[in-house]
């Protein structure tokens, strides 16, 4: 050290401790990042990224279906709290051409009905957005919620992933005779105040993806009006199947606690470039 500096100036010249290493997940979103819900009433917006395709597949593999998924012993799983009721399952992934042989033996109702949606909801994107990122889209992962008359599904964000990956097909069964009122999806914006509420009937099929996941969360209406009881199947790719899969865990942390994060963040990152 030059003895002619004052002491400090000679802590100037000393090498600065590195500061604590921060982990890349919590810097990249965190709390800070979080805006407040905008006040209601929200308006009512319909999401870019969202497709709704009525009667997406055919009566019979809806009752195929709905049979198979409502005998004594299917095997429901509790994840949600609604008293003592069971309303959740989960198979797959199914990957591959060995792996959809494994699907179609051990669940063909399912098989068929995932693939007969696939298929056309693919014929209506080619409509729609011709080589868009729904094609070659294949059904590997399924999950299922059951959800009766006023039970519902809070408002949250799916696992992040990176912009314009994130896609869901959803396909709504449920008894024909009963749907005179069916389960109401809502989708919903808080950062800017919008919501989207659609009706859930038999045999219908929702695409989201895009702006719609990366941006929106997404709910089920609790109405004790609701006249049926919806199955209400997502599929996914094994990539972007929230449940039972790490594969995309360590670029972003798991969870709707961390996408409303990444979220908020990426909004603020638009108005920042803007």
Not at 34 to 62: D, Q, R
Not at 221 to 233: A, D, E, G
Request: proline share 9%; glycine share 6%.
């Amino acid at each position: 050290m030059d003895r002619f500096l004052t002491p400090q100036l000679a802590d100037r010249k000393r090498k600065a401790p590195a500061p604590p290493a921060v982990p890349k997940k919590e810097r990249e979103a965190a709390d800070a990042d979080l805006f407040p819900e905008a006040k209601k009433p929200w308006a009512v917006v319909k999401p870019k990224g969202l497709f709704v395709l009525p009667n997406g597949i055919s009566e019979t593999t809806s009752k195929n279906v709905y049979e198979t998924c409502t005998v004594p012993d299917f095997p429901w799983q509790k994840r949600f709290a609604y008293g003592q009721n069971k309303n959740w399952w989960h198979i797959g992934p199914f990957v591959g051409e060995e792996g959809q042989k494994e699907f179609k033996a051990k669940y063909p109702a399912v098989h068929a009905m995932a693939h007969e949606a696939v298929r056309q909801m693919t014929a209506y994107m080619d409509v729609k957005e011709p080589a868009g990122s729904f094609t070659n889209f294949v059904p590997e992962a399924i999950n299922v919620h059951k959800h009766a008359p006023g039970w519902g599904l809070g408002a949250h964000y799916d696992d992040t992933r990176d912009l314009g990956e994130g896609k869901v097909l959803m396909v709504s069964i449920s008894d024909p005779a009963e749907d005179a009122l069916p389960r109401t999806f809502q989708f919903t914006d808080p950062i800017k105040g919008r919501k989207y509420p659609v009706q859930t009937p038999n045999r219908q099929l929702i695409l989201f993806k895009d702006e719609c996941y990366d941006g929106w969360r997404h709910e089920s209406v609790r109405n004790k009006k609701q006249t049926s009881t919806c199955l209400s199947f997502t599929i996914r790719l094994k990539s972007i199947d929230g449940y039972f899969n790490a594969a995309a865990a360590p670029k972003y942390p798991k969870g709707p606690t961390s996408a409303a994060r990444w979220a908020a963040k990426r909004v603020r990152e638009k108005q920042i470039s803007q």
